[in-house]
């Protein structure tokens, strides 16, 4: 089955039944990957996400129409290694934790295998190497090729950390953030795409914050749309949300614009004639690891947009080393690499006064 240009993001349900229709109503607009974990809307062990997906696609007309995949993680969802806990899928370390997880989500979705399955939150070469070690995570899922026809990974680390974990040749797909205001991972995709590797780009709305405003929902999306084998992976969390989606996608044909007209466009949303950073990646890497171009996206729209959302969305995701800018020491490393010769350091301290909201 070929993947739809769409695909069915499974962490924003509210309850079982708006995420059946959700599902079931996303399946019918031709979207036919779904992305679920043991963890998103987890309430119990018979409510979560996996339940209520299983429940969806259970059905004669759904099953063979749409493809599922989960997950499980050496790391604890953030930065480090986690401690086993079976019932979200973290920590996954060796063989019999594996099998525990798996199994679970199986019994969860009431399937008898996954069309795709993901390491997940991998975004340090730590947590990888776990993975792959002797015994590990990857020795797990070998053992379970019978119950899965892809493997993918899921990770937020920047792009040369993601062309590493590629460069093992395990993965058929890679999971990675994307988005009109966030392009830094640019280069990883250009290799998945060269090795024919499925490019899934969640966060498309940058945590949702970029949907806060009608017009800037409406390119972050089609900006996706014309970028050649990159699938944008959304949240959805009603038929509603569904439907719009559908009719971005049964538009683009009127459209006739180009990825850099709709980059173009958000550039011209913020009205200003500073300099500022545009995401383009040449500073890095950070001997801190801060992804420089991620974090003053972020910036950007708080102070040329006024968009409140952005700075919520900065601070909710500060478990993420690259959108850690408190961590700066401002040793001009970045500043001396960007190709735009902006003071970068003064915008970082800047950044940093604005998005937390205390001096720098």
């Not at 069915?8 to 109503?25: E, L, N």
């Not at 607009?29 to 309430?43: A, E, L, Q, V």
């Not at 960007?338 to 800047?350: A, R, S, Y």
């Amino acid at each position: 089955m070929e993947l739809s240009k769409i695909l069915i993001g499974a962490m924003r349900f509210k309850d079982r039944d708006s995420a059946v229709a959700t599902v079931r109503r996303a399946i019918d607009r031709g979207f036919n990957y779904i992305d679920t974990s043991p963890c998103y809307c987890r309430k119990s062990e018979e409510e979560n996400s996996e339940s209520w997906v299983g429940e969806a696609v259970r059905h004669p007309d759904y099953r063979g129409k749409v493809m599922v995949s989960t997950k499980c993680s050496p790391g604890n969802g953030g930065l480090l290694l986690g401690d086993f806990k079976g019932e979200s899928g973290f920590g996954v370390r060796n063989v019999k934790q594996l099998d525990r997880v798996f199994d679970n989500s199986l019994r969860r979705t009431g399937l008898d295998r996954f069309d795709y399955y993901h390491l997940w939150t991998v975004h340090t070469r730590e947590q990888f190497d776990e993975a792959m070690k002797p015994g590990g995570w990857y020795k797990g899922v070998k053992r379970r090729k019978h119950q899965w026809d892809h493997l993918g990974v899921t990770t937020h680390a920047d792009g040369e950390t993601i062309i590493s974990f590629l460069e093992s040749g395990v993965f058929q797909a890679v999971t990675l953030p994307y988005n009109i205001i966030n392009t830094t991972r640019r280069r990883a995709i250009d290799y998945a795409l060269q090795k024919g590797i499925t490019v899934i780009a969640m966060n498309p709305f940058a945590g949702g914050f970029l949907a806060a405003d009608e017009r800037i929902r409406e390119i972050a999306l089609r900006y996706l749309m014309v970028l050649d084998g990159v699938h944008p992976l959304i949240g959805f969390e009603s038929p509603e949300e569904v439907e719009y989606a559908a009719w971005i996608r049964d538009t683009m044909d009127g459209e006739n614009r180009s990825a850099d007209d709709y980059l173009k466009e958000i550039s011209t949303l913020m009205n200003t004639d500073e300099p500022r950073c545009t995401a383009c990646g040449y500073c890095l890497p950070c001997p801190e690891n801060i992804n420089i171009g991620a974090s003053l996206s972020y910036y950007n729209m708080v102070k040329y947009l006024d968009m409140r959302e952005a700075r919520k969305a900065f601070l909710d995701k500060q478990w993420e080393d690259g959108l850690r800018l408190d961590r700066c020491r401002s040793c001009g490393q970045c500043e001396s690499r960007c190709p735009n010769k902006l003071p970068v350091v003064n915008i970082i301290d800047e950044a940093r006064e604005l998005l937390y909201d205390r001096p720098s």
